[in-house]
T-cell receptor, first 114, second 117 residues
């Protein structure tokens, strides 16, 4: 059974600071997503990471994937208030019926204070 | 309308009621999904439809009944629900169905906040 663990689950930080959210998963997978959810709103895709060593950046967010360590990181640089949201990682699981399914982490609620 | 829309946005129902949730995607995608999002729990995949054929049913109780009449519309019919079914129900779609080469980016609707009394 594939398990996806995010930490921390809650993070309060000051504007201008840097921080990293971690996503660990328990079995082999070559595809990982990061999504963002604003309060009361739906999920928005941020990144898809498709191979070992993949790195993607958008603005102040940078995501990376280490498939050997089964670890992805989402790094926030010089945080601004607009980045306050809940961030989810999700990992591909190949099922016995040959279909794929996303297994989701519990989410990291990020609050950025002025 | 653009993206993925869901109606209603909020629903309160008694345990003996029958109601339906509606989802419509305007993206020309070939797969649609129902998820349940409960507080402090990971998203739970309920159903997947690929080209209008159900390909996934993750041991969901029979009081939830999906329907996909065409590739743009997805319904979730609800009857005799329990209070523990209260949650945010999210619909999503993807261009490529989740088989062969892995999943594709999913685009989510705003969700229906369901409260069962």
């Amino acid at each position: 059974e594939l398990k996806v663990e995010q930490n921390p689950l809650f993070l309060s930080m000051q504007e201008g600071k840097n921080y990293t959210i971690y996503c660990n998963y328990s079995t082999t997978s070559d595809r990982l997503y990061w999504y963002r959810q604003d309060p009361g709103k739906s999920l928005e895709s941020l990144f898809v990471l498709l191979s070992n060593g993949a790195v993607k950046q958008e603005g102040r967010l940078m995501a990376s994937l280490d498939t050997k360590a089964r670890l992805s990181t989402l790094h926030i640089t010089a945080a601004v208030h607009d980045l306050s949201a809940t961030y989810f990682c999700a990992v591909d699981l190949l099922r016995m019926d040959s279909n794929y399914q996303l297994i989701w982490g519990a989410g990291t609620k990020l609050i950025i204070k002025p | 309308e653009t993206g993925v829309t869901q109606t209603p946005r909020h629903l309160v129902m008694g345990m003996t009621n029958k109601k339906s949730l509606k989802c419509e995607q305007h993206l020309g995608h070939n797969a649609m999904y129902w998820y349940k999002q409960s507080a402090k729990k990971p998203l739970e995949l309920m159903f997947v439809y690929s080209l209008e054929e159900r390909v996934e049913n993750n041991s969901v109780p029979s009081r939830f009944s999906p329907e996909c009449p065409n590739s743009s519309h997805l319904f979730l019919h609800l009857h005799t629900l329990q209070p523990e079914d209260s949650a945010l129900y999210l619909c999503a779609s993807s261009r490529i169905p989740p088989r062969a080469a892995g999943t594709d980016t999913q685009y989510f609707g705003p969700g229906t906040r369901l409260t069962v009394l």
